[in-house]
């Protein structure tokens, strides 16, 4: 059985036809050829296949691509390009957040959906935020306070 | 290339070098005289201006913006997806395996079995790991036949149609029970397949001049690396004959004669492409299926992917052994340590691995930083039926640096001593003896407690 | 996964219709972050996954003159940032919150939440401490039973395969009741409970009166502590009350070994947990007047 499906991805209307067997996260990657997002642990509990859909971080290993239909997706392509970064992409470079970098798609897109919630998180707000994100190289310490650096810079700037 | 260009000999000097590349006109070598060819030691205690400065990491960027390719992210036109079937059974002659049904099923293009293998054996100290099981299953988790099909779906759905007859043997889990003499063994007659012994002085005179002798038993659990990308792995084989594999392996000169023995061919034909690792740990150190991907793209003559599922990491990949750990301990009672046996027994799990090399720096570091003029350690590395053990971060010393570091608790307490003193007391200084008689260099055990406690302030936190 | 037929109804009708036509190879579903780990790792998969998301009905959070209506799609984190649930039943966001992760709670539903029914499931003790009814739509119309009766066992309700949960509801009575939950993990995030449980009462005179103590995953579904209750019940809730009632609940419960905990450690938990949630909410309710 195959589904038609239309959703927008990175602000781009995608077409496609897929079987209801397949996750959000294999139509991403196979289907649409963007590998940012990643299949770490394929049970919801790792977050390196976190996206947002309609506003919403979610682990795209667990929803069926059927089910975006009409949806509006965003993944770690839609953040930026190589030159022009965003924020939480900048302040991570420059604070060195990460080592094999595996989980910092997954992160990175946690991350921006706290910031979109609640521009000002305390630090027990982004280590709750990022409780469904597992990083196996940094002990999380440099992402959290990388985080609380941008906030705490966009708060002095404003 | 220039006809002037000369190849280097060991006789010659760097000088003798530089004129050959510029006879050669590298571009790439003009530069030598910015790098020096001699390696760059910093002086002992001082640290080079590196230290302490914000760096900004090279490969931040292709991370952060999700272009980085791992393994699982490149696929090659006309690829397979490989699936490993695994044992059910901890311990268990396999009688026969049938894979023809699987064959017959759509999609599936090719399977292997450990008979199929050139040199099924592998491993980097001892070569007693199948690289599919073939004629006993050692562990749960044991691959016993791969499919390799269109879909990962439909090589995971051939693995069910594969017939294996087993006939379960006597399992031993318990390492201290695996020493046994009447106990099931793995490989050969006795699962004690490494041992190291290190004496120093007389330790049981020491036990009889101290005032105080303190035992204790301490032990570690099996630990499992989860890096956050699975193993991973594609072969494929060129038009010259020769192997091509991408994979997430750490040491991949290991890789190459380790597939060079299975496969039984040259080395020079076999290139390995390492990718940027999803986190290693140790735990990506040797080949796990890259033989079997080669094997089944062979047969194929299409490109074959392997990607461990969360569940495959666990079963089969290598772990961090567990210690058993029998510390005794003489003191002085001003707090003198006169002697120390430690006897380790390491869980070595169905395979060698690392565990031989993981043994030998758990026994010397088992003493502790701490000068010992009498020590007696015996380390034991055993076969079990559990996933084996391997590399992890440390290579023993994280198991025997919680046993000794508790057992020196438990005698400062035992004499009335605050711990720390206890401890500097007996602490490494410069020009030490280790425990195998190295004269230690840039000691700063001492300094460093000293600058850990005052920082989390330990003279407050013991009022 | 293996291949499977897909559809997604707009009512409730016309899903459990579906359901009836393929029984028992058809099966619902709503979040999927039980039921899509489920199917990845069956080789049984049901041939029609019914999708539930497009019936509206099954949505949204509102007053009813039942009490606090809960749509059996609502997700976890609908749930934590609804004014009415702040307001009227507070405990059910201090539960959300502990389910997961923040990509858990936004797809998982409070509905698939019960009808998962693991005994650990930590919506289940508050909303049995606050008596919540369900409505249970089939072929032959709705039915209403009390949450307890919906639990049946481990990983099994009252639902036939034909049928869906399509709300939940907190009684009028129970609105604004004084009411704690605690759940102890093995660790802060992504842990399932050893123990969950929730306690809550009303004042009578200034004493405890009519005190419910729900406990989870130290039985087959989620109990209460009656034992408990009754010892409470008339007192000022003090110290040697409130342990006499952790040890009583502690008897009460039938937890398991297990990998994650032996029975025995769950049971002093329960003793614990027992005595904190009691002595929060009669706070609460000291506190309300
Ligand atoms: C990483 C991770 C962590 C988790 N942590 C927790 C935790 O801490 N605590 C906890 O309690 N749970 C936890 N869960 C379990 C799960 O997230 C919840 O149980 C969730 O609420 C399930 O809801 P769902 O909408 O995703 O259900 P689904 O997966 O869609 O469905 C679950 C089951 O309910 C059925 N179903 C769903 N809705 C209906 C309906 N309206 N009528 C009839 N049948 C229905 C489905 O057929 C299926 O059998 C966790 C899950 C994951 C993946």
Not at chain 2, 159 to 187: C, N, Q, R, T, W
Not at chain 3, 62 to 91: C, F, K
């Amino acid at each position: 059985m195959m589904i038609d499906v239309k959703m927008t991805v990175n602000g781009q209307e995608r077409t496609a036809s897929v079987a209801p067997e397949t996750t959000l996260l294999t139509f991403l990657r196979d289907s649409l050829v963007l590998t940012g997002s990643k299949l770490g642990c394929d049970v919801g509990d790792c977050g390196a296949c976190t996206v947002i859909v309609n506003g919403n971080a979610v682990n795209s290993c667990l929803m069926l691509a059927v089910q975006a239909d009409g949806k509006d997706i965003t993944t770690i392509e839609g953040l930026s390009d190589f030159e022009h970064l965003h924020p939480l992409q900048a302040v991570f470079e420059q604070m060195s957040s990460f080592q094999c970098g595996f989980c910092a798609p997954g992160m990175i897109i946690s991350a921006k959906h706290l910031l979109d919630k609640n521009p000002h998180p305390s630090k027990g707000e982004v280590q709750e935020a990022l409780s469904g994100n597992l990083c196996r190289c940094t002990g999380y310490t440099k992402i959290v306070d990388a985080i609380l650096e941008l906030t705490s810079e966009e708060a002095s700037a404003a | 290339m220039s006809k002037k260009a000369k190849s280097a000999t060991k006789t010659e000097t760097i000088d003798g070098l530089k004129t050959a590349a510029e006879g050669a006109q590298l571009p790439s070598v003009s530069r030598i005289e910015e790098h020096s060819l001699l390696p760059l030691t910093p002086d002992a205690n001082k640290q080079t201006p590196a230290v302490g400065q914000r760096t900004t990491r090279y490969d931040a960027r292709p991370h952060l913006t999700g272009q980085t390719m791992y393994i699982d992210d490149m696929t090659f036109p006309n690829m397979l997806h490989m699936k490993i079937l695994r044992s059910q059974h901890a311990h268990a002659k396999i009688l026969s395996i049938d894979v023809s049904e699987a064959e017959k099923m759509p999609g599936v293009v090719a399977t292997l079995t450990g008979r199929e293998i050139p040199v099924n054996s592998y491993g980097p100290s001892y070569q007693d790991q199948p690289v599919i099981a073939d004629d006993r299953v050692r562990h749960h988790g044991d691959p016993v036949a791969a499919v390799a099909a269109e879909t990962e779906q439909l090589a995971k759905d051939a693995l069910e149609k594969i017939k294996v007859e087993y006939e379960p043997i006597p399992a031993v889990f318990d390492p201290l029970e695996a020493m046994e003499e009447g106990s099931p063994k793995l490989h050969g007659e006795t699962n004690v397949y490494a041992s190291k012994v290190i004496k120093k002085g007389d330790a049981e005179q020491a036990f009889k001049d101290a005032d105080l002798v303190l035992e204790k038993r301490f032990s570690t659990q099996m630990v499992e690396h989860v890096p956050m990308e699975p193993h991973a792995s594609i072969a494929m084989w060129e038009a010259d004959g020769n192997l091509k594999v991408y994979s997430s392996l750490g040491r991949i000169t290991l890789g190459r004669a380790d597939m060079a023995r299975t496969l039984n061919m040259p080395m020079s034909r076999i290139r390995i492409i390492a990718t940027i690792v999803g986190g290693n740990f140790g735990g990506k150190n040797e080949i796990t299926s890259e033989p079997i991907l080669a094997l089944l793209s062979r047969k194929a003559g299409r490109p074959v992917k392997g990607v461990y599922t969360r569940e495959d990491e666990f079963m089969s990949s290598t772990t961090r052994h567990p210690f058993i750990m029998d510390y005794k301990t003489g003191v002085t009672k001003d707090g003198r340590i006169l002697g120390r046996t430690v006897r380790i027994v390491c869980d070595g799990g169905a395979y060698c691995s690392w565990s031989e090399t993981t043994l030998g720096k758990g026994a010397i570091l088992s003493v502790g930083p701490y000068n010992i003029d009498n020590i007696h350690v015996e380390a034991h590395a055993v076969y079990t039926n559990k996933t084996m053990t391997g590399a992890m971060r440390g290579f023993g010393a994280p198991q025997v640096c919680f046993a000794y570091e508790s057992h020196m608790d438990d005698i400062a307490h035992e004499l009335g001593l605050d711990p720390l003193e206890f401890r500097m007391m007996n602490a490494f200084g410069e020009e030490s003896p280790s425990p195998t008689g190295q004269v230690l260099e840039s000691v700063v055990v001492r300094e460093s407690l000293e600058t850990a406690s005052e920082r989390f302030g330990w003279k407050e936190w013991q009022k | 996964m293996r291949p499977f037929e897909f559809v997604a109804p707009e009512t409730a009708e016309k899903a459990v219709a579906i359901l009836a036509e393929n029984s028992p190879n058809a099966k619902p579903l709503a979040g999927g972050t039980d039921m899509v780990v489920d199917l990845k790792h069956t080789n049984a998969v049901p041939k029609v996954v019914v999708d539930l998301n497009k019936i509206e009905e099954f949505r949204g959070i509102e007053m009813t003159d039942r009490g606090l209506r809960i749509g059996s799609l609502v997700t976890h984190t609908e749930i934590m940032e609804h004014p009415l649930v702040a307001e009227h039943a507070p405990a059910m966001i201090d539960a959300a919150r502990t389910i997961g992760a923040v990509q858990t709670r936004n797809l998982g539903t409070l509905g698939g939440n019960l009808v998962t029914c693991v005994p650990s499931l930590d919506s289940g003790p508050v909303l049995v401490a606050l008596d919540a009814e369900v409505t249970v739509v089939g072929n032959d119309g709705r039915r209403q039973m009390p949450l307890t009766e919906f639990f049946v066992g481990p990983r099994k309700t009252a639902l036939n395969p034909d049928e869906l949960l399509a709300d939940i509801i907190v009684p009028t009575a129970m609105l604004g009741r004084a009411t704690h939950f605690l759940k102890f993990g093995l660790r802060k995030g992504q842990a399932l409970a050893l123990v969950n449980g929730a306690s809550s009462l009303r004042l009578d005179g200034g004493k405890v009166a009519d005190a419910r103590i729900a406990l989870g995953a130290v039985a087959p579904v989620v109990i209460r502590a009656g034992k408990a209750e009754d010892l409470v019940n008339g007192t000022d809730a003090d110290e040697a009350v409130l342990a006499e009632a952790g040890d009583l609940a502690a008897g009460e419960c039938k937890p398991i070994d297990d990998f994650r905990a032996s029975a025995d450690y769950r049971r002093d938990l329960v003793r614990v947990l027992t005595k904190r949630t009691l002595e929060t909410a009669y706070a609460i309710a000291k506190d309300k007047g």
